[in-house]
């Protein structure tokens, strides 16, 4: 069994950082692509950023490329989100998941990870 467990989110002005760690256990980290998703009250699970193993290729939604940096530690088994000048509309709880099918693809779509965390909540006032 995998098991994903997200950190840092908080409460941040609009204009701040945050930086979110995940880690994986339960199997061999280098095995996933790592992904980053959120869902805002009302709305759709939306992808936020992707990441292969070993980390080499990466991608981002449109709304937060150039804001967001996601990256990889293989040797602690963790996934981290830095989030930069934020905004209002970033608010949301934000999830991670791991796909140990498809390492060195990075996906968009939330049926293409097999394990998610519990999610971390970011609130950015405005």
């Known amino acids: 069994q995998v098991q994903v467990v997200e950190s840092g989110g908080g409460l941040v002005q609009a204009g701040g950082s945050l930086r979110l760690s995940c880690a994986a256990s339960?199997?061999?980290?280098?095995?996933?692509?790592m992904g980053w998703f959120r869902q805002a009250p009302g709305k759709e699970r939306e992808f936020v950023a992707a990441?292969?193993?070993?980390?080499?290729?990466?991608l981002y939604a449109d709304s937060v490329k150039g804001r967001f940096t996601i990256s990889r530690d293989n040797a602690k088994n963790a996934v981290y989100l830095q989030m930069n000048s934020l905004k209002y509309e970033d608010t949301a709880v934000y999830y991670c998941?791991?796909?140990?099918?498809?390492?060195?693809?990075?996906?968009?779509?939330?049926?293409?990870?097999?394990?998610w965390g519990q999610g971390t909540q970011v609130t950015v006032s405005s």
């Open positions: 339960g199997r061999t980290f280098n095995s996933y692509a």
């Open positions: 998941a791991a796909d140990p099918l498809h390492p060195l693809v990075v996906t968009t779509a939330p049926e293409g990870y097999n394990y």
């Open positions: 990441i292969s193993w070993p980390g080499r290729s990466t």
